[in-house]
């Protein structure tokens, strides 16, 4: 079964510097997709980045960053130059198929960053 | 707006009784989800329809059904309620699997 780690429940990050949020995974399928999601305050869920289980380079997106490691079954999450507004939480996800598309996720992150 | 949307936002409802949850995809999307976040649980997948076809099922109760119709929408229906079933109940769409999911701002269901 499919079973997605965030072992970080809160992390601190000063404004303007990076952050590494840990992910890891387990699933025996070869083919699957990993995502990041942000969940601030106000509730919604946002979608941040994915990453391919073949995608041979980490995805980027402005200042999000995934750290794949696959063989290590990881997947980071690396906020560069953070800001007060990155403040929420954040969801590991990932993806299989099994007929239809199920997506499970972490437990999530909540990360607090100080001014 | 993120383009899909649930109503009701808020919903309040006594044990036992029966609710429907509604939401309509972002406009082009035709794979629809059911989540459901608690904190005990945390996000919680419950189902997936892709154009009228149920396709995907998690932990989804017996008591819990749901259905999306050929204009699209999708319906969650909980039925004999109970405390327990309180919870932020996300509908999310999708236009291929290796984008994101756009999630609607859920329906806070509270059971009293």
């Known amino acids: 079964a499919q079973k997605i780690t965030q072992t970080q429940p809160g992390m601190f990050v000063q404004e303007k510097e990076a952050v590494t949020l840990d992910c890891t995974y387990d699933t025996s399928d070869q083919s699957y997709g990993l995502f990041w999601y942000k969940q601030p305050s106000s509730g919604e869920m946002i979608f941040l980045i994915y990453q391919g289980s073949y995608d041979e380079q980490n995805a980027t997106e402005g200042r999000y960053s995934l750290n794949f490691q696959k063989a290590r079954k990881s997947a980071n999450l690396v906020i560069s130059a953070s800001q007060l507004g990155d403040s929420a939480m954040y969801f590991c996800a990932m993806r299989e198929y099994t007929g239809g598309f199920k997506t499970i996720f972490g437990a999530g992150t909540r990360l607090f960053v100080k001014a | 707006d993120s383009g899909v949307t649930q109503t009701p936002k808020h919903l309040i409802t006594a044990t036992g009784q029966r609710v429907t949850l509604r939401c309509s995809p972002r406009s082009g999307d035709l794979s629809v989800y059911w989540y459901q976040q608690s904190l005990d649980q945390g996000l919680q997948f419950l189902i997936q329809y892709y154009n009228g076809e149920e396709r995907a099922k998690g932990n989804i109760l017996e008591r819990f059904s749901a259905q999306q119709f050929p204009d699209l929408h999708s319906e969650l229906n909980l039925s004999s309620l109970e405390l327990g079933d309180s919870a932020l109940y996300f509908c999310?769409?999708?236009?291929?699997?290796?984008?994101?999911?756009?999630f609607g701002s859920g329906t806070r269901l509270t059971v009293v």
């Open positions: 999310a769409s999708s236009v291929e699997a290796n984008y994101g999911y756009t």
